[in-house]
């Protein structure tokens, strides 16, 4: 098992930035596989990034648009999420999972979220 807490979220205005941190606790977290999710209020769960175990592949969905880059240190135990550019339609709890198996998914293990709010 991993264990999953995710840090690093706030209240920031548009065009703004933020780095999400996830730090993993447990089984070596260098063999998972890892990923962001985020939802707002109201909407179902909406993948943002993933990156394999040894961070040669990364995933976006195209809505992601370039803004958001993730990257992991499996030194740290730890993966981040980089936000770039943020609008108001980022507003979410952003969630960090992980999973030994399937960097495309479904992620076993979830932490608890951090919430980030992007207003003016």
């Known amino acids: 098992q991993v264990q999953l807490v995710e840090s690093g979220g706030g209240l920031v205005q548009p065009g703004d930035s933020l780095r999400l941190s996830c730090a993993a606790s447990?089984?070596?977290?260098?063999?998972?596989?890892v990923a962001w999710y985020r939802q707002a209020p109201g909407k179902e769960r909406e993948f943002v990034a993933a990156?394999?175990?040894?961070?040669?592949?990364?995933y976006y969905p195209q809505s992601i648009e370039g803004r958001f880059t993730i990257s992991r240190d499996n030194a740290k135990n730890m993966a981040y999420l980089q936000l770039n550019s943020l609008k108001p339609e980022d507003t979410a709890v952003y969630y960090c999972?992980?999973?030994?198996?399937?960097?495309?998914?479904?992620?076993?293990?979830w932490g608890q979220g951090t919430q980030v709010t992007v207003s003016s």
């Open positions: 447990g089984h070596p977290f260098s063999t998972y596989a």
């Open positions: 999972a992980a999973d030994q198996f399937n960097e495309a998914g479904p992620y076993e293990y």
């Open positions: 990156i394999n175990w040894n961070g040669a592949r990364v």
